[in-house]
């Protein structure tokens, strides 16, 4: 079965410092992995996807992330974190299955950026 | 930026009452999709729906829910039979393009239902 692990519940940094949220993922066959960021009570927004090609993938308000194949990684980072940038930030895998695909999410990891 | 609306924001209803849940996918966006969050869980996929007809669904689409695209516009859920752990927000979603393509999902900002 397809799922994706987010480690971390929270996480805490300090404006100015980088900042990683950990994912994990378990799919049968190619992975098509995406980040979406949720503000309080608004919708989800994409951030970034990976397909195929270069493993670090560069996404939207400067996030990127790393694909990570042998370790089954897709981790978000920004090296420079900013308060705006606290917000709730799910991982998800495609399945591929039927003919769209759907969106498997993680558990979402809570990013608290202080002052 | 064109943007997938929903409506209403927030619907109260009795146990056992029908709901139907609104959205408006962007315009050239051919593929659709219905997800629900309950409160401090995960996102979690209910339907996908393309060429007028479901391409996919998930356990928690049973009977009680069904999705319709009435017009060129709305896509619309609908739960015949509310209950108690229906509660939840629900989140519509289009994309251009199929997943395993370029496609990416567009979220609306949600419905919150609130079964009693």
């Known amino acids: 079965a397809q799922s994706v692990a987010q480690p971390e519940d929270q996480v805490n940094v300090a404006e100015g410092n980088p900042l990683t949220v950990k994912c994990t993922y378990s799919v049968s066959g190619n992975p098509y992995l995406f980040w979406y960021v949720q503000y309080p009570n608004r919708g989800l927004q994409f951030l970034l996807k990976y397909i195929t090609g270069d493993n670090l993938v560069k996404g939207s308000y400067g996030f990127e992330a790393e694909f990570n194949k042998s370790q089954t990684s897709f981790h978000l980072k920004k090296p420079s974190a900013l308060v705006s940038d606290s917000a709730l930030y799910f991982c998800a895998v495609s399945s591929l299955s039927g003919n769209t695909g759907k969106l498997i999410f993680g558990q979402g990891t809570t990013l608290q950026v202080k002052p | 930026e064109p943007e997938v609306t929903q409506t209403p924001s927030h619907q109260v209803t009795q146990m056992g009452q029908e709901v139907i849940l609104r959205c408006v996918p962007i315009?050239?966006?051919?593929?659709f999709y219905w997800y629900r969050q309950i409160l401090g869980q995960k996102v979690e996929f209910l339907v996908s729906?393309?060429?007028?007809?479901?391409?996919?669904k998930s356990e928690i689409f049973d009977d009680q829910f069904s999705v319709e695209r009435p017009d060129g516009s709305n896509f619309t859920l609908k739960i015949r039979s509310t209950k108690l752990e229906d509660s939840a927000m629900y989140f519509c979603?289009?994309?251009?393009?199929?997943?395993?393509?370029?496609?990416?999902?567009?979220f609306g900002e949600g419905s919150r239902l609130t079964v009693l």
């Open positions: 729906f393309y060429n007028n007809e479901i391409s996919e």
């Open positions: 315009s050239n966006h051919l593929y």
């Open positions: 979603a289009s994309s251009e393009g199929a997943l395993a393509g370029t496609g990416e999902l567009f």
